[in-house]
């Protein structure tokens, strides 16, 4: 696997060669907006920002906002160029008509059950406890109950709690809740304020058992407008390439990386910082990439096929 990464960073190096002196951008583009939550995912865009690597050819605008919705609906009326989501939120908007296209996939690990004053050992301990998940058929509600009844639970002897992460969490610190899962850097955070929570459960290494030791869960991804991706293919592919370089940047430079999350999103630097040893930020090569994705995809059409628009998408989603 670092092999093929290596093997990725030397492509995406000499791509930068090759495009840097004949990237030409095909419609009117000056600006291009993203709108992204508060992630890890965003900092190879905010360090491309910050680092000015594309200021002689386009400028990147960077809107944070937690509001995927919205963001597909801006990219529907062409309001901004790209979006970083769920990679089942885009599959699904793809699916449905939205013309999206896949540029990267970028997180593949960061989330983790937590439980209260008690430790996990097994699924099977969390039969009659209330669990906390963001968003019922959302991604995280999908692996809370696909690891539920891949180790032998009924899901419906949990109790759920359907709540945003944030107010959650306060429940969660307040002894309201038996178990919650949370994504980076919201559990470390937990962890350091609530001396009764416990890290039962990292849920890459449960997804691992389930697939020969593969831990890599494709949750978010980077998309473009379809439109843009076929005037632009060169800007985009730059794009991609330096969105690469960051990844790397932001792994040697965690403790800059971290106060650039603290500028942009309002996450303390310090929490940001300790919370990268348990975050899979990485990008694959695009067979790789999709090859995982797949597997994920077929998984969440067992039980919540809407998920993502009912079936896999096809080849044109994959810039």
Do not use: C
């Not at 994504?183 to 470390?188: F, K, L, Q």
């Not at 942009?264 to 090859?291: C, H, K, M, W």
Request: aromatic share 10%.
């Amino acid at each position: 696997m670092k092999t093929k990464q290596r093997l990725a960073m030397i492509i995406a190096a000499v791509l930068l060669v090759l495009l840097g002196s004949s990237l030409t951008v095909g419609t009117e583009v000056d600006t291009i907006i993203i709108q992204t939550p508060p992630t890890v995912g965003a900092l190879p865009l905010i360090w491309m920002k910050e680092q000015g690597v594309l200021a002689d050819k386009v400028e990147l605008d960077i809107r944070v906002s937690p509001d995927h919705q919205r963001g597909l609906a801006l990219m529907a009326q062409k309001d901004i160029e790209m979006l970083v989501t769920g990679v089942n939120v885009g599959a699904k908007a793809y699916n449905k008509g939205i013309d999206v296209r896949l540029v990267n996939t970028n997180i593949w690990g960061i989330d983790y059950l937590l439980t209260s004053g008690f430790k996990a050992e097994s699924w099977s301990d969390l039969i009659g406890k209330t669990l906390s998940l963001p968003l019922m058929g959302g991604p995280l509600d999908f692996l809370a109950r696909y690891f539920l009844i891949h180790n032998g639970v009924d899901p419906d002897e949990v109790e759920y709690v359907y709540a945003p992460s944030a107010n959650a969490a306060k429940s969660f610190q307040l002894g309201q809740l038996d178990a919650i899962v949370l994504p980076e850097p919201m559990v470390t955070t937990t962890l350091n304020n609530y001396d009764q929570a416990v890290l039962s459960f990292d849920l890459q290494e449960e997804w691992a058992k389930l697939h020969d030791g593969d831990n890599r869960i494709p949750f978010v991804g980077l998309f473009v407008r379809g439109d843009l991706a076929e005037d632009n293919p060169d800007l985009i592919a730059a794009l991609k390439a330096y969105y690469q370089q960051g990844v790397e940047w932001v792994k040697a430079n965690p403790a800059d990386a971290a106060r650039y999350a603290e500028k942009y999103f309002g996450q303390p630097a310090a929490v940001v910082e300790e919370s990268f040893t348990r975050i899979n930020l990485n990008v694959y090569p695009d067979d790789e990439t999709r090859a995982l994705i797949e597997v994920y995809f077929n998984a969440i059409i067992e039980l919540y096929p809407e998920m993502i628009g009912g079936k896999l998408p096809d080849e044109q989603f994959y810039f």
